[in-house]
């Protein structure tokens, strides 16, 4: 018996694409295809190279490639999408959708020619609408094409409650649902520290100031950056949707699913409670919602669906 390793496609060897490849291969998820554009072929190439050649200084075993021919993606595992434009300062993540568009449909044709049996993970923004034109141009079913948002929100949530609890991270859990905009919906009652529910812990003005630092927590890098967004967070929120997958762990992690009448909607991508395992996402955890949080989630949806019209 011959037993392999994972492959894993990263597309787009920019800041998210390369620290994500750096990240997967670190943990020895699978040996890594870093993808570009032609006249991004060097420098692709070079950025795969230095990452192999950390490899003997902190003891991974991966191999890593860069590359600008899909043929090299062929029989992959998973395939990460991270190709496309970011925003700049004064910009919303909407503005990208029609340059962005495009590209989804080119890399997703390359993707599902060289391997039509694997997992897609969009991370491309406006990122709701990029998974749904990716699950469409690829034909693949619902549970194979998973967008990313929720785990860095919760995970911008949970570093703002850790830091004013003065806690562990670790000890902090949380909930953000809803489209990967400002109206995102961090859940409050389902967020806990410990735990203990933080709302017995945390005053509600100062719980509202970490919810509005969380909506506004992808602009507040956008602006201070000045030439780019997020990549760091981002790329550790891609590794653990990867090992959830590839290590079959059924996570209970938030993602964007397809949604077929969950929550109420149908037709959309939006990012939900789901379990992330082996056969992707295994199943839709649908909460109990109070009328005010159902209504916040609504108002999001509807920002996803508006941006979802400029596609058609
Ligand atoms: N969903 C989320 O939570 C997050 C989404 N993002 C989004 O991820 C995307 C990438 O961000 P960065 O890596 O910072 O951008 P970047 O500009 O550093 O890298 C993007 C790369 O994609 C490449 N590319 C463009 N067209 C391509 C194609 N057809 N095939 C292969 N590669 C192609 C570019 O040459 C570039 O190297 C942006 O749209 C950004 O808004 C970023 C952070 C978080
Ligand atoms: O804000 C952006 O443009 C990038 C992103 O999605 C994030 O960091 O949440």
Known sequence: MSIKRRKISVIGSGFTGSTTALMLAQRELGDIVLVDIPNMEDPTKARALDMLEASPVQGFDANIVGTANYKDTKNSDLVIVTA???????????????????????????????????????????????????????????????????????????TFVAEELNLSVKDVTGFVLG?????????????????????????????????????????????????????????????????????????????????????????????VPTILGGNGIEKIIELDLTEEEKTALDNSANSVKKVMEILQ
């Open 84 to 158: 496309g434009i970011a925003r700049k300062p004064g910009m919303s993540r909407d503005d990208l959708v029609n340059t962005n568009a495009k590209i989804m449909k080119s890399v997703t044709q390359e993707i599902v020619k060289y391997s039509p049996n694997c997992y897609i993970v969009v991370l491309t923004n406006p990122v709701d609408a990029m998974t749904y034109t990716v699950f469409k141009e690829s034909g693949f079913p619902k549970e194979r094409v998973i967008g990313q948002s929720g785990v860095l929100d919760t995970a911008r949530f949970r």
């Open 179 to 271: 489209g990967h905009g400002d109206d995102m919906v961090p859940l409050i009652r389902y967020s806990y520290a410990g735990g203990i529910p933080i709302e017995t812990l945390i005053s509600k003005e100062r719980l509202e100031s970490i919810v509005e630092r969380t909506r506004k927590g992808g602009g507040e890098i956008v602006n201070l950056l000045g030439n780019g967004s997020a990549y760091y967070a981002p790329a550790a929120s891609l590794t653990v949707m990867a090992e959830a997958i590839l290590k079959d762990q059924r996570r209970i992690l938030p993602a964007i699913a397809y949604l077929e009448g969950e929550y109420g909607y149908s037709d959309i991508y939006l990012g």
